[in-house]
């Protein structure tokens, strides 16, 4: 592996799923518990983790995504796993097809407003992982305020462990 998107993206799988090893360990009512900071609840910020995801794989497909799932839409944390995995698929599968020419281009999408957006390909492919990296901070914060220890999902720890196993 190298700093390539399919390493990019193989690292934010290994770390969404570290996430959700976290969350399972977190009881039902903690888990919907609204405890701010950031977002209200740890169900609404891996709502969004997976919802964000879906809708920039259905974006960099070539279908809109202007809606992004809820609360009531994905209420239990395995609704959200769903969803994220899904996504993870199809974004997969779509790196695969890209070349330096297309990452080069400009990508137009529709935010949730409905609005016209244009970024470089590339900076699109970025966001993806960033904004998982983002939002996992924000959990790994409210798993810590409720007293319980979330895994590290840091890029390092990821890259000590395929060290290791290509060893």
Same mark, same amino acid.
């Given at each position: 592996? !190298?700093?390539?998107?399919?390493?990019? /993206? $193989? #690292?934010?799988?290994?770390?969404? =799923? %570290?996430?959700?090893?976290?969350?399972? &360990?977190?009881?039902?009512? =903690? #888990?919907?518990?609204?405890?701010? &900071? &950031?977002?209200?609840?740890? %169900?609404?910020?891996?709502? @969004?983790?997976?919802?964000?995801?879906?809708?920039?794989?259905?974006?960099?497909?070539?279908?809109? $995504?202007?809606?992004?799932?809820?609360?009531?839409?994905?209420? =239990?944390?395995?609704?959200?796993?769903?969803?994220?995995?899904?996504?993870?698929?199809?974004?997969?599968?779509?790196?695969?097809?890209?070349?330096?020419?297309?990452?080069?281009?400009?990508?137009?999408?529709? !935010?949730?407003? &409905?609005?016209?957006?244009?970024?470089? /390909?590339?900076?699109?492919? %970025? @966001?993806?992982?960033?904004?998982?990296? /983002?939002?996992?901070?924000?959990?790994?914060?409210?798993?810590?305020?409720?007293?319980?220890?979330?895994?590290?999902?840091?890029?390092?720890?990821?890259?000590?462990?395929?060290?290791?196993?290509? %060893?």
């Amino acid at each position: 592996m !190298n700093d390539d998107f399919a390493s990019l /993206y $193989a #690292y934010n799988e290994w770390a969404n =799923a %570290r996430t959700i090893e976290t969350l399972r &360990g977190v009881p039902v009512d =903690a #888990y919907t518990r609204e405890q701010g &900071g &950031g977002w209200p609840s740890l %169900r609404t910020a891996m709502v @969004h983790i997976a919802g964000a995801t879906d809708a920039w794989a259905e974006r960099l497909a070539g279908r809109d $995504a202007v809606r992004l799932p809820t609360e009531s839409d994905l209420p =239990a944390l395995e609704d959200a796993v769903a969803v994220l995995t899904a996504a993870q698929k199809k974004l997969r599968a779509h790196l695969a097809t890209l070349s330096p020419e297309r990452l080069a281009t400009p990508f137009a999408w529709k !935010n949730p407003k &409905g609005e016209t957006r244009t970024a470089p /390909y590339w900076a699109v492919l %970025r @966001h993806v992982v960033n904004h998982s990296t /983002y939002h996992r901070g924000q959990i790994s914060s409210m798993v810590r305020r409720l007293g319980l220890k979330p895994l590290a999902t840091d890029m390092v720890v990821w890259g000590i462990e395929i060290q290791k196993s290509a %060893r």
